[in-house]
């Protein structure tokens, strides 16, 4: 977009979700997306950085609320759209069938971003429905409580089996930190609680999840995403 990006108010409906709280939650995400726009448009920009206001569909897991939402936040005059309200404790294939509905219902030519996802696996799942961008806190929240995502699988690396392993930690090596230390030394510091664990674990799922992304992206000019997307999808979600 060559701009700052800024997302309009919202709430994002917990799960399970009422069907009333929701119609109600998205009415209020609604008017809140027309203020952001009107004190958007009655402002300008600092600094010279131009700033895309990205409008975020809510409606929990109700379809009907999806589309009407979906109509409403696109017709607005936004740079991008966003999908709010999954990833909240939904089975992932209720995601995945609320993501499809709304992306199918969203402009070709504007980014598409869902909020909140995700494991390696649902992101992939989710690129191949039509999203373009993400977010989640899992790379470093997961990797804060000892869990490595890989190109094989994920390591809990606090187990025992990893105890005498002075291989390194990743050997596809996304960042320095995977043949800088060994999967050994890496449980060492987590076992006696030192901060220098989380550090590198979260340096490697930033670099993991970096590889991943940009690799379906190459996947996808190819044309061969389809069936790596598939084997991707299974390999990241066994358990080393």
Sequence with gaps: LGADIIMAFDECTPFPCEYSYAVQSMEMTHRWLHRCIKRL?????????????FGIIQGSVYSD?????????????CS????GGLSVGEPHDVMYEMTALTTSLMPENKPRYLMG??????????????????????????ARNAMLFTKEGVINIDNNKWKDDFNPI???AYTYVDTAYSKA???HLFVAGEMLG?????VHNLG???????????????????????EMVESTQRRL
């Design 41 to 53: 448009e009655s402002t300008h920009p600092l600094y010279g950085h131009e700033q895309n206001l």
């Design 65 to 77: 609320l999806r589309k009407e939402s979906a109509k409403q936040v696109t017709d607005t005059p």
């Design 80 to 83: 991008g759209f966003a999908i």
């Design 117 to 142: 996802v995700g494991t390696p696996a649902n992101i992939l799942e989710c690129i191949a429905l039509g999203i373009d961008m993400f977010d989640c806190v899992m790379p470093t929240r997961n």
């Design 170 to 172: 990743d050997i596809n």
């Design 185 to 187: 030394y890496l449980r």
């Design 198 to 202: 989380p550090m590198i674990a979260s």
């Design 208 to 230: 993991f999840y970096l590889w991943l992304v940009t690799e379906a992206r190459k996947q996808i000019k190819n044309n061969t995403f389809s069936p790596w997307k598939n």
